[in-house]
């Protein structure tokens, strides 16, 4: 509640009962969103930031609601993760995108985000290993994407998961770098095979010195810690230019590629883009 000037309470901003209701609808219609098939998966480029080359693809899903239209994962997915939806959905994503990546050539891998729900959830690494077998994707072409507030809480426990992900083959990224919490502890407890580092440090690059200084102390540490580096929202050449030069392997963003339909994923493989 809100305190107001004359010392009343409100408990809602004008508006928010409608926003209420809106997150409402949305979270029933999500509810049959997997067995209507409205659900969808596009793929986004990872590019070596030398060669130009395509390393991998990023899953990202899609979901379009007959009467609601496509509604934004940013919205929708918070939404899956409080209900605990997300845990069939991640299931049903992770089957899809191995099938998908199955069919792509040996050296290009996948990259599949996982929410702290999923991560919490008792099956997670019985249905990573039932993806990879059902589907035949070689284990050290996945790699599962998290963030640093899946590491927050109980700590112990999200090790020895991480720890029987990584027994299994997979790769672990840690995604959006530098947003969390960043208590650089559990660099050094998990070694993770790759960072992210989250695009909002990289849109303001060339031109911000703070952009230079943050990107430039990235490099250093995960030189320092042995672990590769993933830029995210790469836009401009000038940017994909300066990362290079700091160490940065790989680039994703715009400026190589959005998120494309698994058609369209299969079209690009092969072409090297330019960097
Ligand atoms: P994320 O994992 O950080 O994914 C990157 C987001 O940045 C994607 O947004 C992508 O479309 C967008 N992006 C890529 N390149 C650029 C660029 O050059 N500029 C800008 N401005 N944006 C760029 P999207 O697809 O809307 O997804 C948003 C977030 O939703 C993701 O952020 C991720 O946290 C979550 N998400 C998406 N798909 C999944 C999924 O399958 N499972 C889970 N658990 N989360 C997902
Ligand atoms: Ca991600
Ligand atoms: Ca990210
Ligand atoms: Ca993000």
Redesign the pocket.
Known sequence: AKAEGKGAFRLFEPGMDEQLKHRQALKLALHGALKRDEFS??Y?PMVDLSSGRIRAF?????WRHPELGAV???EF?PLA?ETGL?VG??AW?LREACRAASRWPDDICLS????PA?FRSAGLVSTVRAALTETQLPTDRLQL?I?ESVLLRENRANLQILTELRRLGVKIAL??FGTGYSSLGYLHQFPFDKI?L??SFV?NLPGSREGHAIVTAVAAMAQGLGISLTA????TSAQAALLRERGYSEG????FS??VSEGQARRLIGHAMTV
């Open positions: 998966i596009l986004q990023e899953a990202l899903l899609r934004c994962p940013t997915i993760e997300i959905i991640g994503i599949v985000n996982l929410s999923q994407e963030t995604d959006d992210k989250d695009r849109q995210e929202g790469v836009e994703q963003g715009y400026l959005e998120p």
